[in-house]
């Protein structure tokens, strides 16, 4: 692809997904157009075998920007990340089309793993803000994964993950994310957990009272 039209599609995919922007002239503005900019180019480089200069140019970027993505990673068309301060992509990332990514994403490894480390990460997939995708598994098309969340395991496609651990709370939401990049209204199974202990409980102390008051009859 020449710059010119890499330009121009950066610019279409920020516009689609960022309300905030008002015109063509501020993407320019944008870290994460900057980012992914050095990034192809150190790809380019990485692939050629030429790591040295690769690094120099991904790092420079990451100094410049906030946003560290190793060359070495594959990523498809369409990735937007928003603010994107602290978002780190590990090497052996795979990144396909059109997904979102918040600031303080980490797509790393768990430690312990060798080749392939990082995660794999579908099409149209939403990563909110600070959350970790640690581990060489699959994250599958149309996922959505909440802020704050840690996903340590494989995800299906059409999921929301939410939670520390990431656990799936959500299946067959096959809307796409760049359609529909709400953060906050994620389901939150630790909130529906404790409403139902506070039900539970208010209908065992009603039972109580119940059962306090045939005694006090009887009496």
């Known amino acids: 692809m020449k710059v010119f039209d890499f330009i121009r599609e950066e ?30 180019l150190a790809h380019r480089l990485y692939e050629k075998k030429h790591y040295f200069l690769a690094r120099w140019i ?8 906030g946003i560290e993505i190793h060359p070495g990673a594959k990523i498809g ?11 780190i992509i590990g090497e052996t990332t795979i990144i396909g089309d059109n997904c979102t990514l918040y600031q303080g994403v980490t ?68 809307r796409s994310p760049q359609e529909d990049l709400e953060q906050i209204n994620l389901p939150d199974p630790v909130k529906q957990e404790i409403q139902d202990i506070r039900k539970e409980q208010q209908r065992l102390m009603e039972e109580i009272e119940q059962m306090k008051q045939k005694l006090n009859q009887a009496e």
């Open 107 to 174: 797509l790393g490894g768990n430690g312990k793993e060798k080749g392939k480390r990082h995660p794999t990460i579908g099409n149209n997939v939403m990563i909110s803000a600070g959350a970790k995708v640690l581990g060489s598994f699959t994250i599958g098309d149309n996922v959505k994964v909440g802020a704050g969340a840690v996903v340590i395991t494989p995800v299906p496609d059409n999921c929301t993950v939410v939670g520390v651990p990431g656990r799936i709370v959500k299946r067959n939401n096959v």
């Open 77 to 87: 068309k369409g990735l937007f990340i928003d603010h994107g301060h602290g978002v």
């Open 58 to 65: 991904s790092q420079r970027a990451a100094h410049t920007t």
């Open 11 to 40: 610019i279409a995919v920020v516009r689609d997904r960022d309300p905030a922007i008002h015109s063509d002239m501020e993407v320019f503005l944008y870290p994460s157009f900057h980012a992914i900019l050095h990034y192809r």
